[in-house]
Every structure is written in C-alpha cells, then in structure tokens.
C-alpha cells in the first residue's frame, strides 16, 4: 500500500531534489525514500546497539563481583 505525503520544500531544495532524481535517473519519490530509508538503518541500528549495551549492564554482578567463571570452573575442577 503507498500513501500520498506533502512536503513543503525552499525552491533551491525542491531544485537540488530534482537534479539529484535527474543525475540518478530516478523518480523524486524515490530519491526523498531512499534517503528516508538510509536514515531509518542509521536509527534502527543505533537503537539495536543501545539496547545490547542495557543488556548487557544488566548481567553485571549476577555471579558476584569477585567471582569470575574462571574461578568457578577452577573450582568446579578442583572438586571432581
């Protein structure tokens, strides 16, 4: 489904899209989504590392603060 937005653009902007679509050969429509969608990969990847970074918060000191798998495992070992 495709739905028809308006933008109001300064006439050198307007002007700049159209030679950008002319040099591309492609529609204005498509030069205003590719752009749109080029942006939309940047934020949506951003956010994808944010929230790895608050996961990843959120497993510090689950095991304790001195204690370290190394040290679990040694232990682990130690008792077999």
Known sequence: MT???NF????????HLKEIA???NI?????VK?????????VSVEEKLEAIERLA???????GDDISIQ?????MGANI
């Not at 040290?71 to 232990?75: A, L, R």
């Open 57 to 63: 918060g959120c497993m510090n000191g689950l095991i």
């Open 27 to 31: 529609t204005q429509t498509q030069v």
């Open 71 to 75: 040290s679990i495992k040694m232990e």
């Open 22 to 24: 002319k040099k591309a």
């Open 8 to 15: 109001l653009f300064d006439e050198d902007v307007a002007q």
């Open 34 to 42: 590719n752009l749109i969608e080029a942006e939309y990969e940047e």
């Open 3 to 5: 739905v028809r937005k």
